[in-house]
């Protein structure tokens, strides 16, 4: 293709790809293969404010984002300061964890997409490319499972338990006893045993390796 036909049309040049994951050997090997399959990755960033700024320095068509960093910042704190700014960035979520409150909440914020890491190269190219052009892109297992989300309707703990019942919830997937819990929140011992069991009874589980296995699910501890 001649330089005058490439200067009028940008997108000859590859769809431009800025990557952002604190595992460098993940990010390398998606940059391959997202060359591979002619795009242009600008760069590999390895914390969400180094994305934050190279976004808005280079304005890449799409931007591939993974969620922990590992740090206090994640990848939604990125992605919501990009979004404020820039409304129509076209951001791929990139996660290990595929936990139904994540993926909700990605495509809440405005992603065009959720993909895993343990993803097929190819299908991480194929989210790029749909969301260079501002469309979703679904896989298979995660539309799967948003459809099941919509027909059986929100049962996550986020969605059943009020503020303060969910952060007791937590506190509980962490292991807290009661007792511990009431000196976090300054509450006694009786409200927190007894809110505890409301709990228990509102979501159908008591054993405390089912609490901690269903807040990880949900993405309100780590795994």
């Given amino acids: 293709m001649n330089q005058e036909n490439t200067a009028q049309n940008p997108t000859a040049l590859g769809i431009a790809v800025l990557l952002a994951d604190d595992h460098p050997i993940v990010m390398t090997g998606f940059a391959l293969s997202l060359e591979a399959e002619g795009m242009r990755v600008l760069g590999q960033l390895r914390t969400p404010q180094e994305a934050v700024d190279q976004f808005f320095l280079d304005r890449p068509d799409v931007l591939v984002l993974d969620i922990r960093f590992g740090a206090e910042s994640t990848g939604l704190d990125a992605a919501k300061q990009i979004l404020q700014r820039c409304p129509e960035a076209n951001i791929v979520f990139l996660s290990q964890f595929d936990q139904d409150a994540l993926i909700k909440e990605t495509y809440r914020l405005g992603a065009r997409a959720f993909v895993t890491k343990d993803c097929d190269p190819a299908e991480l190219a194929v989210a790029v ?3 260079s052009e501002a469309q979703l892109y679904f896989m298979p297992a995660i539309a799967e499972r948003l459809a099941n989300l919509s027909v059986r309707g929100d049962l996550s703990p986020q969605s059943l338990l009020d503020e303060r019942s969910l952060e007791i919830f937590t506190l509980m ?13 300054e509450l006694s011992p009786k409200t927190i045993s007894n809110v505890s069991q409301a709990i228990k009874e509102k ?3 008591h054993r405390p390796a089912l609490i901690t296995k269903l807040a990880m699910k949900h993405g309100l501890i780590e795994p």
């Fill in 203 to 205: 979501l159908g589980i």
């Fill in 129 to 131: 490319r749909r969301a």
């Fill in 173 to 185: 997937a962490e292991g807290l006893t009661n007792v511990e819990i009431a000196e976090k929140l």
